[in-house]
């Protein structure tokens, strides 16, 4: 969850708040999952509207820090440690009236430097939200130059891809790198700074090295399903993206789902589709002005969402997404090994 810390007190204050509990219209009796429980100010909101929550977070930490507030609204609060595209499963609790996704990158985990999301302090090279499975570094130091490139590209949309695999490749066979700072300065060595460009130029590649790392896309698409198949009809799919890639996917998913995406191009049409969702309201929400200045990192945000109807789940057909053929190694280090030859 994309989070910015409250500057009087600490806390930290969840991206697009009041738009989100709006358009998820919360209320006492019903049950909403927070797909992205991260320090739980959507989770605390809806629950102070007398609804019930079911939160998940792949973060153990995150988890671990929510057991005062489950222990607070003891009974409406159940947090489940894992990842939200397992919303399915969590939904054997109780099928939800509303679910609400907030995808990225918490700022309690790009603050903590021995989590290795960010290089503004020096700390691992690591970036796993659910500490398990292959690190950043294993994909810097192990993977194919190509590999490296397309990931960078793609999920960066880094113009240097390239050039900074070939670095990468090259610096690892005498020096393997394990640091944030080493990498981010090897990046900037090789490509320069150009004082009029406010971002780091190791920005893009951090980037695309988290998405990979956590597998992001593939979770968010899997998880959008996994809601459609979950929710009650009259339920309501909240979701808000940071990133460009992410907004891509959710919006091609509520137009497929509403019936104004044309259908699957590799299912045959032998009957009219059945809207799953309808949309809420004119379509994208963006932060106001007073909440960009607020909050840096809400900038970039954008939400969107659905209510699904009482037609059953359309099937499902990756393919509309564009997402890329790039290395799938993120599920457990044993595949990770086989994948390497190990």
């Known amino acids: 969850m994309a989070s910015s810390p409250d500057a009087g007190n600490g806390r930290h204050i969840p991206v697009l708040l009041d738009e989100v509990i709006a358009a998820l219209q919360p209320a006492k009796g019903q049950l909403i999952i927070d797909g992205t429980f991260g320090a739980g100010g959507y989770t605390k909101r809806i629950l102070e509207t007398g609804a019930s929550v079911t939160a998940v977070d792949r973060d153990p930490s995150a988890i671990q820090a929510g057991r005062a507030m489950e222990k607070e609204y003891a009974g409406r609060l159940t947090l489940v440690q894992g990842a ?5 499963q969590v939904a054997l609790l109780g099928a939800p009236n509303g679910i609400v996704l907030d995808i990225g990158v918490s700022s309690m985990q790009i603050d903590e430097a021995e989590r290795g999301f960010s290089f503004q302090k020096d700390g691992p090279l690591d970036m796993r939200m659910s500490s398990t499975g292959p690190s950043a570094a294993d994909v810097v130091n192990r993977l194919k130059i190509g590999d490296l490139a397309r990931i960078f590209n793609f999920l960066g949309e880094e113009r240097h891809a390239g050039r900074i695999a070939r670095m990468i490749d ?3 066979v005498t020096e393997p790198f394990t640091r944030t700072r080493d990498l981010a300065n090897a990046i900037e060595a090789l490509v320069g700074r150009n004082p009029k460009v406010p971002i780091h130029p190791a920005t893009r590649v951090f980037q695309a090295l988290r998405i990979f790392v956590n597998d992001e896309l593939g979770e968010l698409v899997r998880a959008l399903h996994a809601a459609e198949r979950v929710l009650k009809p009259g339920g309501r799919l909240v979701v808000v993206t940071f990133h460009s890639l992410e907004d891509r996917i959710v919006k091609r998913f509520f137009s497929d789902r509403s ?11 032998l009957e009219q589709r059945l809207a799953s969702f309808t949309p809420v309201g004119k379509g994208i929400v963006a932060p106001s002005e007073a ?4 909050n840096p990192r809400a900038r970039s945000a954008k939400l969107r969402a659905g209510i699904r109807t009482d037609n059953p789940p359309l099937a499902e057909d990756h393919s509309i997404y ?4 790039l290395p799938i190694f993120h599920e457990t280090q044993s595949l990770f090994d086989k994948r390497m030859g190990s």
Do not use: M
Request: glycine share 18%; hydrophobic share 20%; proline share 7%.
């Open 291 to 294: 909440e960009a200045l607020r």
């Open 170 to 172: 090259k610096r690892r």
């Open 259 to 269: 019936g104004t995406g044309g259908g699957s191009r590799h299912l045959p049409q």
């Open 322 to 325: 564009g997402l890329p053929n």
């Open 84 to 88: 939200f595209s397992t919303l399915d």
